[in-house]
């Protein structure tokens, strides 16, 4: 299973020019013409607090990891092929329920 560790940031910024719309949340446009605003709900900070700490967070358990190799090297590590098997097959049905829905 792959895991994409991509995040990408979202900038904010004017919107100028063009026609304006107003949905939940959003707020009125006032006049018109280049002189157009967008002001963002509270959310977007806090989405941008769950992004900055969510980049501090390494994807790797470091920790885990070593402790998985030396109980490799020390033949310690056992292998459940039976759960190894059905997490292969829950795999195997999320990929084809993606690609067919």
Partial sequence: MKIDSSI?????????GGGS????????ASGS?????VQLSPLSSQLQAIESSMADTPVVDSARVAEIRTAIAEGRF???PD???DHLL????ELLRSRLG
């Fill in 21 to 28: 719309r107003a949905g939940k949340g959003a707020a009125n």
């Fill in 90 to 93: 829950q795999t195997a049905r």
């Fill in 8 to 16: 990408k940031s979202v900038s904010t910024g004017a919107v100028s």
């Fill in 78 to 80: 056992k292998v459940n």
């Fill in 83 to 85: 759960a190894v098997a």
């Fill in 33 to 37: 013409g280049s002189g157009d605003r």
